[in-house]
């Protein structure tokens, strides 16, 4: 029992990370259209960094809040190159993000080489009901619920968050009342970014983070987010919860090697069952 | 007016020059043009399905390693190395007919992360199952040979493979000037418009996805006659974008022009390749170098030139014909506009 306790505790902070890219696809998605391949690679460069500025012996906090800025600051580069652009298609974006991500690699190769890093995290455990649990997933989950209530209450609750919403549900509209869509939806892939980054930075300390990671973390997010259809971040949420958890039970009870195949083959029959649902005229609409 | 349009003007001594380039090249260029030979043979599948079909598969990679393991397990089974390399294109063919049939109800970003996804399932299968070796891979694959004679040189695999890449391209060609052709064009724009017209989308979608897991299948059954041996660690997710950017550069829905972009990428990384290797170079510079040119490359094509390269080029020839034809009468210039 305890076994399993710690299980799906482990399993709930994994999720947790994985909510946060996903969401990040969401905030993005939501706004412009785009499905944005380089959201894994904001959580590799956040990861780099902040083992870097750890080494270099800036205090915890401070690195971690830097390395999350220079994760926002690359998801407003990505926005400039996917959507910069007037008139450039959500497709033709995914590719241009699609290229970003390659471009990433070559300068996280030039900067951190191509070995994997780790950074130091919170140290110690805890015995929850006779599991062992380490600090850091518990501090995962905690940072995960708050952002996710922060992020509740930026889009409930200030014009801003009101705006992308806005811009979310109609574009033409949003248009006619005086809001800037491009301005926004660059705004979105910075939130995306930044997103992107918390989970980065919660990761390095779990597992180390190489600049190829970025592939098995955007695979992952986009199975979460395609649970609520790329629109709901909540259901996105539960849908990485649901992920994290299964992923780990696989590993604790001795499918290790399948860990990846059970997550996509998830995500391939929750996308096929939904696209079974909607109808074509619907699809080409939106 | 008797001038042969450009593409004949520019086909016949292309055509002639890649017969002769085998007979010239040494060893090394010829890794290097075999290469090239098999990357045109995909990208014509990806061109296919993402110009004329308007489905973006980011798992071409995934049947290029079918055809590759299929050739490469027949003929060590003792089967002659003929029928594993028909085999090669069949059994990538069937595969994505099965898979299809599912996937291909998916579109846009969900199709392209689908496939992703299928090429990532099947790399960590083949890197743990017995039979296609695990992450070794399989080693000694036989040359190819028919009957008694045995093909030792690289000349001959260069032969073999532009042949099937020619064969490739008329297959192509003959799809997409067919009836089914102009029904793809449809589908592309509008599914819900080509479906209310009689076309069967599903169909067609499926038969043009599987007929580019053939061409990618087999460039595969080439690949391991050539190299001897197959493993994991050969088609990684990059491959699969890498003929994405061949495609896009060379211009979506354009025969000549997955051929244009194939061998513009492959001899962009082969330059730089030679100049990453020059001594004084740090040891990352070759995947760096790589990595930075597929990028931008990828971003400024579809950025700057979403036509591609080939469309690009041959639009602005067409354009300076038309206007040293000017002069010549009313009529012309009018029908000149008209059909641009």
């Given amino acids: 029992m305890s076994a399993f306790l710690g299980y799906l505790l482990n399993g709930l902070a994994v999720g947790c990370a994985i909510a946060l890219i996903a969401s990040g696809l969401v905030a993005v998605h939501r706004v412009t259209g785009v499905v944005n391949f380089a959201q894994g690679t904001f959580a590799v460069v956040a990861g780099l960094c902040v083992s870097s500025l750890l080494g270099l012996g800036l205090p915890h906090g401070l690195s971690e809040v830097a390395a999350v800025l220079v994760a926002a600051l690359a998801g407003l580069l990505t926005g400039l190159a996917a959507i910069g652009r007037p008139g450039t298609t959500p497709l033709s974006s995914l590719i241009v993000t699609l290229g970003v991500g390659v471009l990433a690699y070559a300068v996280e190769i030039v900067l951190w080489g191509d070995q994997p890093r780790s950074a130091p995290g919170l140290a110690g455990s805890v015995t929850v009901a006779g599991a062992r649990i380490q600090t850091q997933h518990l501090l995962v989950i905690a940072v995960t619920a708050v952002t996710f209530v922060l992020l509740a209450l930026f889009f409930g609750r200030t014009y801003l968050g009101k705006a992308l919403t806005a811009c979310a549900s109609n574009p033409y509209a949003a248009r006619v009342v005086g809001l800037d869509v491009r301005r926004l939806g660059l705004l979105a892939f910075a939130l995306g970014g930044l997103l992107g980054g918390i989970a980065g930075v919660l990761v390095t300390p779990l597992r180390p983070i190489s600049f190829d990671t970025d592939v098995t973390l955007i695979v992952n997010g986009f199975a979460a987010a395609v649970f609520g259809g790329l629109t709901r971040p909540v259901v996105a949420l539960a849908g990485a919860l649901l992920l994290g958890v299964a992923e780990t039970m696989a590993a604790g009870y001795g499918y290790g090697a399948h860990q990846l195949e059970v997550a996509l083959g998830l995500m391939l029959v929750v996308m096929i069952v939904r696209a079974g649902r909607r109808s074509t005229i619907h699809q080409e609409a939106v | ?340």
């Fill in chain 2, 1 to 340: 007016m008797s001038r042969p349009p450009v593409g004949t003007l520019i086909g016949l001594p292309v055509a002639a020059v890649t017969l002769a380039l085998p007979a010239v090249l040494d060893d090394s260029a010829l890794a290097v043009y075999i290469l090239l030979g098999l990357a045109a043979m995909v990208t014509v599948g990806v061109s296919l399905l993402m110009g004329y079909a308007g489905q973006v598969s980011l798992g071409q990679g995934a049947f290029y390693a079918i055809g590759a393991y299929t050739a490469a397990l027949l003929s060590l089974g003792g089967v002659p190395p003929p029928v594993g390399l028909v085999a090669a294109p069949v059994v990538a063919a069937v595969f994505a007919v099965v898979i299809g049939t599912p996937l291909l109800r998916l579109r846009g970003h969900h199709l392209a992360f689908a496939t992703l996804a299928m090429q990532l399932i099947l790399l960590s299968l083949a890197g743990q199952l017995d039979f296609t070796g695990g992450d070794i891979g399989l080693q000694a694959i036989p040359q190819f040979g028919v009957g008694s004679f045995e093909m030792g040189g690289a000349a001959a695999y260069a032969y073999l493979t532009w042949g099937g890449l020619a064969l490739v391209m008329l297959v192509t060609h003959n799809v997409i000037t067919s009836r089914p052709g102009r029904a793809l064009r449809a589908l592309a724009t509008s599914e819900t418009a080509a479906a209310s017209s009689g076309i069967p989308v599903g169909r067609y979608k499926l038969t043009v996805f599987a007929l580019s897991a053939a061409f990618a299948g087999l460039a595969g059954g080439i690949y391991c006659f050539y190299t001897g041996y197959v493993a994991p660690g050969s088609f990684p997710v990059l491959i699969s974008i890498q003929y994405i950017v061949m495609a896009v550069v060379g211009g979506l829905g354009t025969i000549w022009g997955a051929v244009v972009g194939a061998t513009a990428i492959t001899l962009l990384l082969q330059g730089l390749n030679t100049l990453a290797t020059v001594p004084g170079m740090p040891t990352y510079a070759p995947s760096v170098l790589s990595y930075a040119v597929y990028a931008l490359v990828l971003i400024v094509v579809v950025l700057f030139l979403p036509q591609g390269l080939l469309p690009a080029v041959t639009g602005r020839l067409a354009a300076r014909r038309d206007r040293t034809r000017q002069p010549l009468t009313e009529e012309r210039d009018g029908s000149a506009a008209e059909s641009r």
